[in-house]
């Protein structure tokens, strides 16, 4: 077993990644795709959080984060999904509907 | 625990794909492929749960991950038709690129530094005294298989978040449902032509209170004054708080 500061330092790198894809991109499809990856660098520190302390709570909490995740997933593509039928090609920034 | 070199190798091949993974999700101009380095990242994400021994964890990152998030993914990318490359070179907000790259340089520091400052806190070689000491504190059976207690804290401990799971999961397939169901009749157009509209109506009716003005002779200068001296009282009262 490799000390928990490795994965720490991953999930670190992971998670600015997806912060920085979810600020550059304008597709909402790649925008979910990075918070699915901020979501699995939270995973990741769960874990080697929950096996440095000798705990399985850390492992119960991703698998609600994983539960979570996907009931996300499937809300926000019906989402994307109702309003790219409504104008096809659309990116975050046309959706300024609610700017009033 | 000392780790051999066996675990050292396959952390930083995972972690390499993990993090080259994530990049070609961020700059893949199509968005197919950004799905497909999406898988590659959680793969490599389930690998770094087997090397610590999460196993139910790292099949069910690679079933319900892998298997079955992305493909819905590469479904709706497919169902739109909008597997076409982006322009990625353009920038339309300017600016937003840098600031974007300096909050990720700023959210890396911050929780590096967090994690330096922390990092002997858990192991407890730096405080003797510490809140949860690995060994005592364990609720790890190592007889056991992962599996098996697992299931156990999740039916016993958990049970009431594992119940409103259960709730969560059928809000998620009713509110998609609703979402994605055909309306009768025609939609109200989203995006420009509404803002269109609006802005037609909103013009409109700055040309009628503009006609009754004209009619009442002299009304424009002594609203325009009116709205200067708002103004000013307001910044003054700004200045006033900051003051304070």
């Known amino acids: ?100 | 625990m000392d780790a051999s070199n066996v675990d050292y190798v396959v952390f930083f091949v995972a972690g390499a794909f993990v993090l080259l993974g994530a990049w070609g999700v961020i700059l893949s101009r199509n968005p197919v492929h950004s799905a497909l380095s999406l898988v590659g990242t959680l793969f490599s994400v389930a690998v770094l749960f087997i090397l610590q021994e999460a196993h139910f964890l790292a099949a069910v990152q690679v079933v319900v991950y892998a298997g079955a998030i992305v493909i819905l993914f590469l479904f709706v990318i497919m169902l739109l038709g909008v597997d076409r490359a982006e322009q990625l070179g353009v920038d339309p907000i300017g600016g937003q690129r840098p600031v974007a790259v300096l909050i990720g340089a700023g959210f890396i520091a911050a929780m590096l530094t967090a994690v330096i400052a922390g990092a002997d806190s858990l192991s407890g070689t730096a405080q003797p005294n510490k809140v949860a000491p690995p060994t005592a504190g364990s609720t790890v059976d190592q007889t056991a298989s992962d599996i098996e207690q697992l299931g156990n804290r999740l039916f016993t401990d958990w049970v009431f978040a594992f119940e409103l799971t259960g709730l969560l999961l059928t809000i998620a397939v009713v509110g998609a449902v609703v979402m994605v169901r055909k309306v009768k009749g025609d939609l109200a157009p989203l995006g420009e032509s509404v803002i269109d509209e609006r802005l037609a109506a909103y013009e409109a009716r700055l040309e009628e209170t503009a006609a009754e003005d004209a009619a009442d002779a002299g009304s424009h200068g002594t609203t325009d004054a009116d709205d200067e001296a708002s103004a000013d009282a307001d910044a003054d009262e700004d200045a006033a708080g900051v003051d304070a």
């Open chain 1, 1 to 100: 077993m490799i000390g928990y500061e490795f994965y720490l330092v991953l999930s670190v790198l992971l998670f600015s990644t997806g912060a920085v894809g979810l600020l550059v991109r304008r597709n909402p499809l790649v925008m979910f795709m990075c918070v699915e990856l901020m979501l699995n660098a939270v995973n990741l520190a769960f874990v080697a959080f929950g096996t440095e302390l000798g705990d399985l709570g850390g492992q119960l909490s991703v698998f609600f984060v994983l539960v979570v995740a996907a009931a996300e997933v499937v809300v926000g593509l019906a989402i994307i999904v109702a309003i790219m039928r409504r104008r096809p090609g659309a990116t975050a920034d046309d959706l300024s509907v609610l700017r009033g």
